[in-house]
Every structure is written in structure tokens, then in C-alpha cells.
């Protein structure tokens, strides 16, 4: 195609997906009310009902339903029998059933962080779903270009229409490789973060999974906490630059134990550090007041502006 | 130590990256670095293959050095998807197109795993979470098991089955909506 057409429908293109992104990225104003009478009333409830909602808001029952249920998928809310729902801490980041679980052993515990610890996550990570992707591109541009020439001429004499078919099936090859590392990498983030939760509750402390069929053995109460750090080494900061999320590993020395024990590669573990900080000094005050964002930004998944206070 | 409030927001997610104006400057960095690196390319190649291959290029780095999140940036990345898309549909069916029956099928199915892992690449989830995110994986499935088998009964029923169907299903389990933490 010629450069004359080219840019027109670059440009054309890019104008409408910029559009459609712009649609996308915007919360709702229907989505923000809700999110709005949620901290203003509900932020302390244990739990609470629509009807219950609707009280402190004009919208229709089915608007808030759909509002609700969209925060239900987002991990913010949680639903229980008889249409009770309640609210997650916004640092929960715990599967429907983990979440239950850890209510359970926790007797009901206000939980203010909830993840997985990845104890093996970086290096199979980097290995497998890169490794893997490499050694696929390399095999494909190794075959176009002749560079072994027995598995071309086996394709091409397998292949229906021959050479012409070749670059069609070469360039199908990468794209499954992409969904192949894509389904992998699905398996390796779901396995290694199975069963090794950490959760932080109000009054409970920490309570952790010590094996991947543990029911969170592992407890540091409250007064048992000596001191916290973080550690991030160079290979999780480089990831932090431009991963996903955040990790880091958490060291917190306990009362009667020589050897700190250690969390490694927590999910914003900055967040996981200021939580426990506020659990030993006993201050909750920044969940109330900073809620409203933060349920903002697990909802959409983007960062609202913020305010200094 | 101050009191941990103020920092737990403010260090949400901006104090692990590079600063907003770092990551701009990374941005055009290795936007120059792919200028340069296709102007002064060994294998020679048209303008039309070098504004192809530079907004491929772009879109796929965009979401990995720019790390803010918001309404603006999410925009551009969707906007870049859009132009990297209809890119890689002009520029793969002017290359390697090949219109014969079974390579028709095959071609089909490496546009609907680039177009959505592309969309995958910049954050968006295709399959929602959900019943309704279930229904568009299965259909998204069919479409390509339907596209794959075109190009794979060439080979008999049995092949059709014994590739198809677990390929299908790795397709389906790379879409399905995934818990990022």
C-alpha cells in the first residue's frame, strides 16, 4: 500500500481507538455514586443490603444492582446469602474463596491486606514465559531463513500449497507461541500463588500459609511484631519498572525468633510495609479517609488523581 | 517516619515506577532508538515497511514503558492498538496472504490470536469476568477452532481432533479473564 493511503488510515484508526479507550477509561457517573454512599454510610458496616443503599441514594434499584455487581466482579465487594454484600479492604487482593477462608480462620476479622506471597515467582517466571518465546521466534526465523534447511523442506512437502504456505504457517507458529507463553504464564502466576497467602487482619496480625496445603498455620498476633522492612532487590525493581504490578519481599522480626520471617514477592508490598506499620502503631485512619480512591482505582484499574491533603 | 496515611496513597503504585517525566524520556528514547535502528537497518526495506514495522513497534513498547494509569495514557495505548492493528491486517495480507482454502483458515486464526493478545498487551481484557466474559471466550474459541480446522482437515478427521481440539483449548485458557496479583 502506498504511503499516501498508509498514514491516512494510521491516523484514522488511531483517532478512533483513542475515542473508544477514552470511553472505556471513564468510571461512570452511576458507578461513582454508588462507590460515594458505600464510604459515606457503609465503610464500618460488617455488611449491607440494596435496600439499604437505596436509602441514601436516588438512583433505581436495577442501576445500583448493575453498579454492585460491577464491583463484585472487580474484587471490591463481596456477596454472601440472602443479597447481604461487604465491602473488601482495597489492599485485599484474595480469590472470592481465599477471602472466605481467611474470614473463617480469622474469626471474622477485619482484614486490611490479603495476597499472595510468590515464592518461586521471578526466576521460572522469566525462564519459562520468556525462554520459551525466544527459542520459538528463533526456531521460526531459523526456518525462514534456511537456516536448517531439513525441517524447512520437511514442512514444505507436508505443508498444503507448499512453499507458498510456508511464511502463512511460520508466522501462525509465533502466534501460538504467544497464546501458548500467554496460557503458561496463566498456569505459572495460578501455581505459584495457589495456596501462599498472607493476610493482615485488624486484630488477628498476620497470618500466613506455611505450604501449599496449609489453612494459614502460620500467626504473628499483633504484639508479636518486634520490626518490619522491605527489601527489594535490583531484579524485583526492574520488574516494578515494567511489570504489572509492584513486588518486593517483607521481613518482619517476631518476639522469640532469632530468624525474621520473610514474604517474598508481595504484590505492592510498600502498601503490605505502611499496614503493618499502622498495626503496630494501632491507626486505621488512612482506610477511611483515602477509600473513596482506592476503591476508584481497583474499579477501573487506573489510578484516579490525587489529592494532597 | 511520618504518619503512614499520606504515604500508603501517595506511594500507591508512582513510587515503584519511574517518574511520569522518566518514563516520556525513556518513550522517545527507544522511539529513536527504532527510528535509527530501521533507517540504518541491514536488510533494506521500503518506507511503507518502516512505518509499518515503527507503529507495530511503538504500540507493543508503549504499555511497557509507560507505566501511569490514566484516562490519557489508557487512551493513546487503545489508540496505538488501533493503528498497530490495521497495520499488521494491511501488511500480513499484502505479504503472506496466500488465497487457497486451508492457508485462508490458517491466516485468520493468527489475526485473531495477534488482535487479541495485542489487546492483552495493553490491559484490556477481552473475556470480562463473569457469565457474560464465559460467552465471549467460548465464541472467540469457536471462531478459531472453526478457522483452524479449515487448514487442519487437509490432514484427516483424526489430526483435526488430536490438534485441534487441545490447541482450541489452550486458545480458551490463554483468553480467559486472569487475576493480575
Not at chain 1, 227 to 248: A, R
Amino acid at each position: 500500500m502506498l504511503v499516501e493511503y498508509l498514514i491516512p488510515i494510521i491516523i484514522i484508526m488511531f483517532a478512533v481507538f483513542v475515542i473508544i479507550g477514552w470511553k472505556i477509561a471513564s468510571v461512570g457517573s452511576n458507578l461513582e455514586k454508588v462507590i460515594d454512599v458505600i464510604v459515606e454510610h457503609f465503610i464500618d458496616e460488617r455488611r449491607f443490603t440494596i435496600a439499604k443503599l437505596k436509602e441514601y441514594s436516588d438512583l433505581p434499584e436495577p442501576v445500583i444492582e448493575k453498579q454492585l455487581k460491577k464491583l463484585v466482579n472487580k474484587g471490591i465487594l463481596t456477596t454472601s446469602k440472602g443479597g447481604w454484600y461487604r465491602l473488601k479492604d482495597p489492599l485485599v487482593f484474595l480469590t472470592e474463596k481465599d477471602y472466605i477462608r481467611a474470614l473463617r480462620i480469622t474469626r471474622d476479622d477485619n482484614i486490611l491486606y490479603g495476597a499472595y506471597q510468590h515464592p518461586y515467582f521471578l526466576h521460572i517466571y522469566f525462564l519459562g514465559i520468556y525462554g520459551l518465546f525466544l527459542t520459538i521466534v528463533a526456531f521460526t526465523l531459523a526456518v525462514y531463513f534456511n537456516l536448517l534447511p531439513s525441517v524447512r523442506a520437511y514442512l514444505i512437502s507436508v505443508l498444503p500449497g507448499g512453499e507458498n504456505t510456508l511464511p502463512v504457517f511460520l508466522v501462525f507458529l509465533i502466534a501460538f507461541g504467544i497464546v501458548f507463553v500467554d496460557a503458561l504464564d496463566n498456569i505459572i502466576k495460578g501455581w505459584a500463588k495457589e495456596r501462599y497467602s498472607v493476610i493482615i487482619g485488624e486484630l488477628s496480625g498476620i497470618s500466613y500459609d506455611q505450604s501449599l496445603s496449609d489453612e494459614l498455620s502460620g500467626r504473628i498476633s499483633r504484639g508479636h511484631i518486634t520490626g518490619v522492612d522491605i527489601q527489594i532487590s535490583p531484579l524485583q525493581k526492574l520488574f516494578n519498572y515494567f511489570g504489572d504490578y509492584p513486588i518486593g519481599d517483607i521481613v518482619v522480626k517476631v518476639k522469640g525468633h532469632k530468624k525474621p520471617i520473610v514474604f517474598k514477592n508481595m504484590p505492592y508490598p510498600r502498601e503490605m510495609f505502611f499496614v503493618i506499620r499502622t498495626l503496630m502503631l494501632g491507626s486505621l485512619g488512612w482506610r477511611k479517609r483515602h477509600a473513596r480512591t482506592l476503591m476508584l482505582w481497583r474499579a477501573k484499574g487506573l489510578v484516579p488523581s490525587i489529592k494532597s491533603e | 517516619m511520618g504518619e503512614p496515611s499520606e504515604e500508603i496513597i501517595e506511594r500507591l503504585q508512582t513510587q515503584y515506577r519511574f517518574k511520569t517525566s522518566t518514563q516520556i524520556i525513556l518513550l522517545v528514547i527507544f522511539m529513536l532508538i527504532g527510528y535509527f535502528a530501521l533507517e540504518y537497518s541491514p536488510i533494506p526495506m521500503m518506507l511503507e515497511t518502516k512505518i509499518k514495522v515503527f507503529v507495530i513497534y511503538l504500540a507493543l513498547i508503549f504499555p511497557i514503558i509507560i507505566k501511569t494509569e490514566n484516562r490519557y495514557t489508557f487512551s493513546i495505548a487503545m489508540g496505538l492498538y488501533g493503528a498497530a492493528s490495521i497495520v499488521i491486517i494491511i501488511w500480513t495480507y499484502e505479504t503472506i496472504f496466500v488465497a487457497e482454502q486451508p492457508v485462508i483458515g490458517l491466516y485468520i486464526a493468527f489475526l485473531e490470536i495477534i488482535l487479541v493478545e495485542l489487546l492483552h498487551h495493553i490491559g484490556v481484557e477481552i473475556v470480562p469476568r463473569g457469565k457474560q466474559g464465559y460467552i465471549v471466550g467460548v465464541a472467540l474459541t469457536i471462531v478459531f477452532f472453526v478457522a483452524l480446522a479449515t487448514f487442519l482437515i487437509y490432514y484427516g478427521i483424526p489430526i483435526l481432533i488430536l490438534v485441534g481440539v487441545p490447541l482450541s483449548l489452550i486458545f480458551l485458557y490463554a483468553i480467559l479473564p486472569e487475576r493480575k496479583i
